[in-house]
């Protein structure tokens, strides 16, 4: 199954305006977590969120979920050109199973 | 703030080498994960220990792939006869608590690049 699809695929804004990329997933989920990775470098984990908690918040950065939809989407606001890099959804599945299963990614450009 | 680490940064080998992945998992956690990423594609989980025993593993994660931790602190994989279509990045990660949601941690990653 093609668990966490992220949507849209590359996101270009102006430093200052606020971002928006959406995962949905298929399966029933224990929680769903955010990383994000500059080119070429490692996973940076932004936030976790349980699928009993509908939202969720990290400084500039805003995590809901619908387990209704099978959605997610991170709002970074106030962008700066820092925040460039692809950011990625992981699900975790309910049942015991240990991995994350991520999705392709939305690479977001913001432009000073 | 503790980090897992991971050497090297870029191995190059010929195909049908062994290539050995170290990672140094962050100190006080249990749980130990392979995930790779070829390039422009997803990110793939390959296998999960615990207990110095694998506890799960993918489709990928076949007789070529083995997964040991010799010492308390490092965790690596090894590929015994590697194939062009292993060259990928590979991330080790580690977490604490298997059934509570806990975050996974990642590695900065290893590139295995074949030639």
């Known amino acids: 199954s093609q668990q966490g699809e992220e949507d849209p695929q590359a996101l270009s804004i102006q430093e200052g305006e606020n971002a928006t990329m959406n995962c949905s997933y298929k399966t029933s989920i224990n929680n769903l977590q955010w990383y994000r990775q500059n080119s070429g470098r490692g996973l940076v984990h932004l936030i976790l969120i349980r699928s009993n908690e509908r939202e969720k918040h990290s400084g500039r950065l805003r995590v809901t979920l619908d387990t209704s939809k099978k959605s997610s989407s991170l709002l970074i606001t106030a962008s700066r050109a820092a925040d460039t890099a692809s950011y990625f959804c992981?699900?975790?599945?309910?049942?015991?199973?240990?991995?994350?299963?991520f999705g392709k990614g939305t690479k977001l450009t913001v432009n000073p | 703030e503790p980090e897992v680490t991971q050497t090297p940064s870029h191995q190059v080998t010929q195909m049908g080498q062994e290539v050995i992945l170290r990672c140094v998992p962050i100190s006080n956690h249990l749980y130990f994960y392979w995930y790779r990423q070829i390039l422009g594609q997803k990110v793939e989980f390959l296998v999960s220990f615990y207990n110095n025993e694998i506890s799960e593993k993918s489709e990928i994660f076949d007789d070529q792939f083995s997964v040991e931790r010799p010492d308390g602190s490092n965790f690596t994989l090894k590929i015994r006869s590697t194939k062009l279509e292993d060259s990928a990045m590979y991330f080790c990660?580690?977490?604490?608590?298997?059934?509570?949601?806990?975050?996974?941690?990642f590695g900065p990653g290893t590139r295995l690049t074949v030639t």
């Open positions: 992981a699900t975790r599945k309910q049942g015991g199973s240990e991995k994350l299963v």
């Open positions: 990660a580690s977490s604490t608590y298997r059934d509570r949601p806990y975050e996974q941690y």
